[in-house]
Each structure stands twice: as C-alpha cells, then as structure tokens.
T-cell receptor
Framework: AQSVTQPDIHITVSEGASLELRCNYS??????LFWYVQSPGQGLQLLLK??????LVQGIKGFEAEFKRSQSSFNLRKPSVHWSDAAEYFC????????????FGTGTRLQVTL | EAGVTQFPSHSVIEKGQTVTLRCDPISGHDNLYWYRRVMGKEIKFLLHFVKESKQDESGMPNNRFLAERTGGTYSTLKVQPAELEDSGVYFCASSQPGDGPEKLFFGSGTQLSVL
C-alpha cells in the first residue's frame, strides 16, 4: 500500500530564511507526487507536482521540490520565506488509473517569525 | 467561476446527533471526492462519485456515514449518529472527467466537532 511520511509536524522559520519541508513516500512504482498548501480558512491549493522527467520541479509562490527516487523523497524548498507562507503543507502521492485518489501525509505546519 | 463550495464551514454537535455536510462542485465537474482529516492525522480519501454513481467508496469508515449525489450535482455527506471520533475536517474536491490530480480543486472544508 502506498504511504506518505512527513516527519516534521511543526516548523518555525524566520522571514527571509530558507525552508525545506521533508516528505518520504512508499510506493511500488513511479508515483505521482504533489505538494498542497492550506492557508487558514482556505481550501487545499496545489503548489506543484511531479509526474516524470526533470526531477526538480518548480511550483507557484516560489516553491520547488526535488524527486529523489533513491531516497524515496520529495522535499519542498523555498530559498526565502515570506510571512504569508505561514500555512499547513501536505505532501501527497497518487497513482495512475486512479490519479485523483490521493494518499496524503499528516502535514507540516509552518510558522514564520518576523 | 465559482470554486468548490462547502457548507457549513463549521458544525458543532453532540454525540448521537445527526449532521449533514454539503458540497457544491465546480459546474460541469463530474468527479466529486470526499476526504477527511482527523485531528493530527493525514487527510484520508472517503469516496469518489462520477456524476451520481459511487465509483469508489472504499474509504468510508463505517455505515454511520452516508454520501449521496442525487442528480449528479451537489453532494451530501450525512453522519448518523455522530461519534466523538468523527470530529475533523471534511474536504470535498471535484474535477472534470479524464482530468488528472493536478486539476483537482478542493473546497475549504467543513470543520466538524462532535462533543
């Protein structure tokens, strides 16, 4: 069965600092990988996705993620965090054929200090 | 264009009561999904409608949960009777036929608290 692990429940960074949120997955084939963000009172918004090809993918709001098959990881990064990035971030994996049936991690809550 | 709409945004009920959550997908989206996040845990798939038909309901936790999508438009998720462990955030999502997950649109969720 597929699974997603986000080991960090809560992370605090200073505005302007770099950010890396960790995601590890378990899946038997090449996965479809996603990062979503949920800001307070908002729905889940897709930040970026990986299906195939270049393992470094760019997303919205200046985020990027790197797929590393050898480490079963898909970590999310941002070089300089803004206060508006404070939110909860979810990593998810899907599979072909049922591509919209996603398996999510437990989420990482990001706090940004000024 | 309106997004996926869920209401109520919050619901507080007592154990044993009934609650009905509603989801209005984006117009024209045949696919409709329900997900749930219990406090501190992952967001879990509950079920998937294609139009009015249940395509996959493998994530429904038990028979206290009933999902419907009459006419293939909006969907309701009824919990009867509600238990403490049903507390959490219930998300709805929709997409067009054939669209992949990158075109899955989520609502803002319903926060359900069972006391």
């Amino acid at each position: 069965a597929q699974s997603v692990t986000q080991p960090d429940i809560h992370i605090t960074v200073s505005e302007g600092a770099s950010l890396e949120l960790r995601c590890n997955y378990s899946y038997g084939a090449t996965p479809y990988l996603f990062w979503y963000v949920q800001s307070p009172g908002q729905g889940l918004q897709l930040l970026l996705k990986y299906f195939s090809g270049d393992t470094l993918v760019q997303g919205i709001k200046g985020f990027e993620a790197e797929f590393k098959r050898s480490q079963s990881s898909f970590n999310l990064r941002k070089p300089s965090v803004h206060w508006s990035d404070a939110a909860e971030y979810f990593c998810a994996v899907g599979r072909t054929g049922t591509a919209s049936k996603l398996t999510f991690g437990t989420g990482t809550r990001l706090q940004v200090t000024l | 264009e309106a997004g996926v709409t869920q209401f109520p945004s919050h619901s507080v009920i007592e154990k044993g009561q009934t609650v009905t959550l509603r989801c209005d997908p984006i117009s024209g989206h045949d696919n409709l999904y329900w997900y749930r996040r219990v406090m501190g845990k992952e967001i879990k798939f509950l079920l998937h409608f294609v139009k009015e038909s249940k395509q996959d309901e493998s994530g429904m936790p038990n028979n206290r949960f009933l999902a419907e999508r009459t006419g293939g438009t909006y969907s309701t998720l009824k919990v009867q009777p509600a238990e403490l462990e049903d507390s959490g955030v219930y998300f709805c999502a929709s997409s067009q036929p054939g669209d992949g997950p990158e075109k899955l649109f989520f609502g803002s969720g319903t926060q359900l608290s069972v006391l």
